[in-house]
């Protein structure tokens, strides 16, 4: 596999060839994104994966059958018309990052090319490598989310091509580098329409149905920790490969294009009368057929899979679909509601029966019926706190936002001490503490700023308060100056806080010790209060007020 930076090896499909007359708006500058997660239930042929005309050097291909669920990661774009240094905050960042520069590569072919700063901020709520889509998830937050903001200037089919075209996942054995991954575009699909879909191994044109799952539920089953094999870099690309010399085999190619064209397709294309049970039987002799078959025999737990399967398939009625999603080794059982209409009692037997083939309920679902799901978030007012040390800034905060769920306080140094509680043996964690121990905010190549301002979008991701309280953050003229111009943070106002000499003095006795800090007169000496009130009264932008310790 040959191995990449971010923002390298950009791929524009031809689809946006004519688009440059798109008038290209900065139409909202926050939008939050939910992609569903997705099962991968067949890849349709294996040896097609880099075969498409026009898709650039990526492993695009494969098609398959797959089938969207209201289990959902989230995504958070905010975008400010200025230059600066882009953040993002979450799993596989490296990935984000790409499609970040995906997309302003995009704009760019199309015309628009003013600068912009990017914050994204991930939630990945199941683990990687387990088959449900979460690193093409992650990807299409990003492009679905920047889309939105600027206006929608390329159509949803132009953002399945686009990621279609650009898949990447990331390197374990290569640091900070990526690399072109096996796209299905199964996740993508699965947002766009929901239900259940097949995507053509040849031109990616996709068929889907939403209108059959009132009253079905969707059990996701996973191996335990001692079977759960992940499968990626050249391991993935090994598999695939030995998974595409087996479709090649005419007697499997046959059988697989006799499943899909003869049977799949016309079924989905009932639309309502399409009968599940039919399809639910096409994809369980999928599972036993070709590349599926591979897949499911490199994982640890193949067999006890297949032995769960047949026993679904003999002994539980309610099951209508059921199988492993590509590489795995997340395996779906789709089941109709059953008779008695009691879905505790169903999802109590089947935990029994999973529990004989060692495999553990990751999660329960309804199938998706709508696709993506995309809210417009109002950034919320910072308000910078900052005085000398002592003077009360954090009482104040939390005096301040007790009772209100619409204002939030950060404190940045809860925030470092719970980080090195949580990660202690790590590198970051050292930096953290030796800083914090000092009292010298030596923020090299902006450690201390994107970390924070990473923490800070999380908070806003999570819970989308009008007002956050900056207790802690910026500590240094420098710091804020960084922040204001490099990562284009906007503060809208300031709050100092004064205490004498007396007070701060009485309140440093007081405090329990947390770890090793210096003393109050070397705090003192470090401190950047006055300097940043000096900066905020000739910045006409931000508002500065005063206040009293309490």
């Not at 953002?159 to 796209?183: P, T």
């Not at 007697?251 to 599940?276: R, T, Y």
């Not at 590509?326 to 029994?352: H, R, V």
Request: aromatic share 10%; with cysteine.
């Amino acid at each position: 596999m040959s191995y990449f930076k971010p923002g390298q090896n950009i791929t524009v499909h031809e689809s946006i060839n004519g688009c440059s007359n798109r008038k290209v708006i900065l139409t909202y500058s926050s939008v939050k994104t939910k992609i569903p997660a997705r099962i991968g239930l067949c890849v349709k042929n294996m040896s097609t994966f880099g075969q498409l005309q026009g898709m650039g050097p990526g492993m695009v291909g494969g098609g398959g059958i797959g089938m969207a669920l209201n289990h959902y990661n989230e995504t958070l774009c905010c975008v400010t018309k200025t230059s600066g240094q882009d953040i993002i905050q979450g799993a596989r960042n490296l990935v984000a990052q790409h499609h970040v520069c995906v997309f302003k590569e995009y704009l760019n072919r199309i015309g628009f090319q003013e600068e912009f700063t990017v914050k994204i901020v991930h939630n990945d709520t199941f683990p990687a490598h387990c088959g449900l889509g979460s690193t093409s998830g992650i990807a299409l937050g990003v492009l679905f989310g920047l889309n939105a903001c600027f206006g929608n200037p390329f159509s949803k089919e132009q953002i399945r091509f686009m990621l279609a075209c650009n898949y990447v996942e990331e390197s374990r054995e290569n640091k900070d580098c990526i690399s072109f991954g096996y796209e299905t575009t199964m996740t993508a699909t699965g947002s766009l329409y929901g239900g259940i879909y097949v995507i053509d191994d040849q031109n990616l044109t996709a068929i889907s149905n939403n209108l059959v799952f009132d009253d079905c539920f969707v059990y996701i089953f996973k191996p335990s920790d001692q079977q759960f094999v992940e499968i990626f870099d050249d391991e993935e690309a090994k598999l695939l490969a030995e998974g595409g010399e087996t479709d090649k085999q005419e007697d499997e190619f046959a059988k697989k294009n006799k499943i899909f064209n003869q049977v799949l397709i016309p079924e989905l294309q009932k639309g309502a009368n399409c009968d599940l049970k039919i399809i639910g039987d096409s994809v369980y002799d999928l599972q036993m057929s070709g590349g599926k078959k591979v897949e499911i025999c490199k994982q640890a737990s193949g067999r006890q899979l297949y032995q769960f399967l047949s026993k679904i398939k003999s002994e539980f009625s309610d099951a209508v679909i059921y199988g492993m999603s590509s590489i795995g080794p997340a395996t779906a059982i789709l089941c109709k509601k059953p008779k008695s209409g009691d879905f505790d009692e169903q999802k109590k037997n089947l935990l029994i029966l999973a529990n004989q083939f060692c495999f553990e309920l990751q999660f329960a679902s309804e199938v998706n019926k709508t696709g993506y799901i995309q809210e417009i978030v109002k950034m919320p007012k910072l308000v910078h706190v900052f005085g000398k040390p002592f003077a009360g800034k954090s009482y104040l905060c939390k005096k301040t936002v007790s009772g209100s769920d619409k204002i939030l306080h950060f404190n940045a140094g809860a925030v470092l001490r719970e980080f090195i509680s949580n990660n202690p043996s790590s590198e970051a964690a050292s930096l953290i503490q030796s800083t914090m121990s000092s009292g010298v905010v030596s923020d090299t190549n902006d450690f201390f700023s994107v970390f924070l301002l990473q923490q800070l979008f999380q908070l806003i991701c999570d819970h989308s308060p009008e007002v956050i309280l900056l207790d802690g953050f910026p500590r240094t003229v420098d710091q804020l100056k960084t922040i204001l111009t490099k990562f284009s943070i906007n503060i809208d106002s300031a709050l100092h806080i004064n205490a004498s000499e007396h007070t701060r003095a009485q309140r440093a006795a007081l405090r329990e010790p947390r770890g090793v800090e210096p003393d109050l007169t070397k705090r003192d000496v470090l401190d950047e209060s006055e300097k940043m009130k000096e900066f905020y009264a000739e910045k006409a932008e931000t508002v500065l007020n005063e206040n009293d310790a309490v």
